[in-house]
């Protein structure tokens, strides 16, 4: 036969890219995972040095357990976050308060510096995963119609990227002596809650994860610059770039131009920070 | 969100003209930031602080009336540029400057490639794939916005501007560029779509190295505005030679109905890394002026 039919067509395109998929990812956790490794150890060594309060023995066994474990925590962290108020009425003045405990909790408050941008990130993170988990969830449960199986590669790759970014920015924190933040981003978590109860379909759901996605980079895009710490910057941006590139796959998949682009969708050389949390 | 294709096509062509106008009148403004630069250099040496904030205001009002008279406002993330380049914070880096050299190099070799790329009949001609020629068309034009800021940039640190390729990736594109003589449409679109994206890894790559680098606060701002740019052309890149390898570029088209027929694996084959990686960054001093 001549022709392929489409049919093995796909399959032949769906045999090519895995194993393109594969390789990329073989190098991703040869060379990748370990340079990120690396940076968050210098940075975690960074802090501990600066730090100005008594370390005791305790703390000191915690932070070098968290270092010790990070390749594993960094990989192994695939659960959705505790999403305070994020599965409750979105709404509410007291669930918006709820969501927002100090770090002593699992919150974002009560930091300052490094720390604090640390926590933010790792709290928009969570809202991601939290997200996309969600996502999957309906989309297994057959309330978003007929799911592509692109997307849904889309969705577990990302969310599973998100995982490792939130569990960099938390073995921060645990290096430094303060608590792993468990909560979403308090102030987005009513937004995406309430975004998300309007999903009825893959494009919905697309939407809401372009948002989420530009919002992260964005944010990185701006602390990246704010950072004091090098490290701290080199982790930032080696995560924004990323974001980024969901975020033009998500366009692709929305069947736009796939880059960041203004709200008319002409295409942007220069990446905004209009939709930037702090 | 859902655009009509043929509406994206105008969109596209749109926004092609107008970042066209953006570069061919920016040159104007630019010297004026120069010509605006010097002048700072006066205020700032009296150490007068009401002086300064008095120039930064007016120099940011001068340079948003300039720039907007170019759409590079609109179209390029002006607005950032201009609050950048005009506050009084772009002070001397001489390691900074060398860093965004080479950035500026690197963009130059990046304008060239992709303007070599679309005299080929099958990226720039009528043989092309839609997609690719309007992606290699915004993409260049891009590079070209980034170059124009990167060299801002180092002028208002006291730097020279620096408008010739990456010396040590030169050799790399001729070579590549030969190896497409004689080559069909089907392999050359796929060998320009790999020096394309071996490029966008190297830009990228190299911008976040730099931010950790970079001293000046507004040179990391600018960078930092870049760097997840030229991250997505990667993505972009990687998804379009997936497919092309895949056999099916006939899913190489923005409809929102496409993404029902794609394979499960281009769902992820565009982000690779949970983390970008640094180890193809060009050293920070390879472009710079010696």
Redesign the interface.
């Known amino acids: 036969m001549r022709f392929?039919t489409r049919k093995n067509?796909?399959e032949?395109?769906?045999?090519?890219?895995?194993r393109?998929?594969g390789d990329?990812?073989d190098?991703?956790h040869d060379?990748?995972?370990p340079?990120?490794h690396e940076t968050l150890a210098v940075w975690a060594e960074d802090l501990r040095g600066a730090t100005s309060r008594a370390t005791d023995r305790r703390t000191f066994l915690l932070g070098a357990g968290a270092l010790a474990v990070g390749g594993a925590a960094l990989v192994a962290v695939n659960r959705t976050p505790g999403v305070a108020g994020a599965a409750t009425n979105s709404s509410s003045s007291s669930s918006a308060s709820s969501a927002n405990p100090p770090n002593t909790r699992g919150g974002i408050t009560g930091l300052s510096g490094d720390l604090a941008v640390a926590a933010l990130a790792a709290s928009l993170e969570n809202l991601a995963v939290y997200a996309y988990g969600a996502g999957i969830g309906a989309a297994t449960a057959g309330k978003l119609g007929?799911v592509?199986?692109?997307?849904?590669?889309?969705?577990?790759?990302?969310k599973?990227?998100h995982t490792?970014?939130a569990a960099?920015w938390n073995s921060i924190l645990t290096a430094a002596g303060k608590h792993a933040v468990t909560v979403t981003d308090p102030k987005l978590t009513p937004t995406v809650n309430q975004k998300f109860a309007q999903v009825t379909n893959?494009?919905d759901l697309a939407?809401l994860a372009?948002l989420l996605e530009n919002v992260a980079?964005q944010t990185y895009?701006v602390q990246?610059?704010a950072l004091k710490g090098?490290?701290a910057?080199?982790t930032?941006?080696?995560?924004?770039?990323?974001?980024?590139?969901?975020?033009?796959?998500l366009y692709?998949?929305?069947?736009?131009?796939?880059?960041?682009q203004?709200a008319?969708?002409?295409?942007?050389?220069?990446?905004?920070?209009s939709l930037a949390t702090s | 969100?859902?655009?009509d294709?043929q509406e994206?096509a105008g969109?596209?062509e749109?926004?092609q003209d107008?970042?066209a106008d953006a570069i061919n009148g920016s040159k104007e403004p630019l010297s004026h930031l120069i010509e605006a630069h010097r002048a700072q250099e006066d205020v700032l040496d009296d150490g007068d602080e009401m002086a300064n904030r008095h120039f930064a205001d007016q120099h940011r009002r001068t340079i948003e009336r300039k720039l907007a008279t170019t759409g590079l406002l609109?179209?390029?993330?002006g607005g950032?540029?201009v609050t950048l380049l005009a506050s009084p914070a772009f002070a001397s880096e001489p390691a900074d400057v060398q860093i965004l050299q080479t950035a500026a190099s690197i963009e130059t070799l990046a304008v060239s490639t992709y303007a070599t790329a679309l005299t080929l009949p099958y990226i720039g001609g009528s043989e092309a794939n839609p997609v690719v020629k309007?992606?290699a068309q915004?993409t260049k034009?891009?590079h070209a916005?980034?170059k124009a800021?990167f060299n801002s940039a180092i002028i208002f640190l006291h730097g020279k501007k620096q408008n010739n390729p990456d010396p040590a990736f030169v050799p790399v594109v001729k070579k590549a560029v030969a190896g497409l003589a004689g080559a069909s449409a089907a392999q050359g679109t796929l060998g320009v779509v790999g020096l394309a994206l071996e490029l966008e890894n190297i830009a990228?790559e190299t911008y976040?190295n730099d931010?950790?680098q970079l001293k000046n606060?507004n040179a990391?701002?600018?960078t930092?505005?870049?760097?997840?740019?030229?991250?997505?052309?990667?993505?972009?890149l990687l998804?379009v030679?997936?497919?092309l390898?895949?056999?099916?570029p006939q899913?190489i088209t923005?409809?929102?109905?496409?993404?029902?027929?794609?394979?499960?694996?281009?769902?992820?084959?565009?982000?690779?890394?949970?983390?970008?990686?640094?180890?193809d960054a060009a050293p920070m001093t390879q472009g710079a002026i010696k």
């Open positions: 392929r067509q796909i032949t395109t769906e045999a090519e890219i895995s393109m998929t990329l990812e190098l991703h060379v990748g995972m340079a990120m007929t592509p199986p692109a997307v849904v590669t889309f969705a577990e790759t990302a599973s990227q490792e970014h960099a893959v494009t939407d372009l980079a895009q990246a610059s090098t490290k910057i080199e930032a941006a080696t995560i924004q770039p990323v974001e980024m590139q969901h975020a033009a796959i692709f998949v929305l069947g736009e131009y796939p880059g960041t203004t008319k969708g002409t295409p942007l050389a220069f990446n905004p920070t | 969100m859902n655009v294709p994206l969109l596209l749109q926004s107008l970042q609109g179209v390029a993330g950032l540029l309007k992606f915004v034009s891009q916005q980034h800021a990228a976040v931010m950790g606060t990391k701002k600018i930092a505005s870049i760097m997840g740019v030229e991250a997505q052309h990667a993505s972009v998804a030679q997936a497919l390898q895949g056999g099916a899913l923005l409809s929102a109905t496409n993404v029902a027929s794609l394979p499960a694996a281009a769902g992820s084959v565009g982000f690779p890394n949970a983390f970008y990686p640094t180890k």
